[in-house]
């Protein structure tokens, strides 16, 4: 599996070291063992573990500038964000989700593989992008398989700094990002630049777009907990 992870991140231009590899390695068991107390993931075949959550997650990396402030909304069992920190040594993280559980483990693999300058913290996106120590604090949001894009502009844009980047990570996303037009105009960001690709491996459509806030997020948003998601702007 070791090889399988360094062959797989060569293809997307990423040299593991060895630390690294082991790093991973650790969170792979980890995440199975907790999987079997809480629900963390329905992935859970090692194979599949390295391309679907891994490698997928690190194929964000370039777009990350350096030394920059990140938060990854709606973590889960920590993707993108811990592959990036692993990583990215330099990239400072925050792992945001709503449930307390996943966070737990989150906890454990931060401590087990060492991981420094990444905190986790438990709320919805909608109370944190209203709270200041969080609000317009970041250089880059992130997030992976939480919502459509324009209830997830909502939910991860109050955290960029004007000038700073959402990064959102989709399937085949070409009819979402029309409908989430609207709601970026609103929101202030502007759609910089769209990758897609297919992962060979696993034959799998990725799309990455980065949008970039050109102002402050207006005062009304995000909206109460659950509104972004039922009435999208
Ligand atoms: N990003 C991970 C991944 O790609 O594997 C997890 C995806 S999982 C399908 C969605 C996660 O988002 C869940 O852990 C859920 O608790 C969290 N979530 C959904 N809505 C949220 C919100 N409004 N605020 C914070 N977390 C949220």
Redesign the pocket.
Known sequence: METLLKEQAKKINIELTDHMIEQFMKYKSLLKEWNEKINL?AITEDREIIIK?FIDSLTIAKYIPENAYMI?????????GIPVKIFRKDVKVVL????NK?LNFLNEVIKELELEEIETVH????D?GNNLKYREKFDVAT?????NISTLSE?CTPFVKVGGTFIC?KANADEEIKNAQKALEILKMEEEQKEQFKIEEIDSERTIIIYRKKNNTPKQYPRK?GT??KQPI
């Open positions: 993931t959550h990854d909304v709606g973590t889960g069992a920590g993707f993108p945001l989700d709503s449930l996943r709320g919805r996106a909608e944190a997030a992976r398989a939480v919502a939910l990570m907990a972004p998601a």
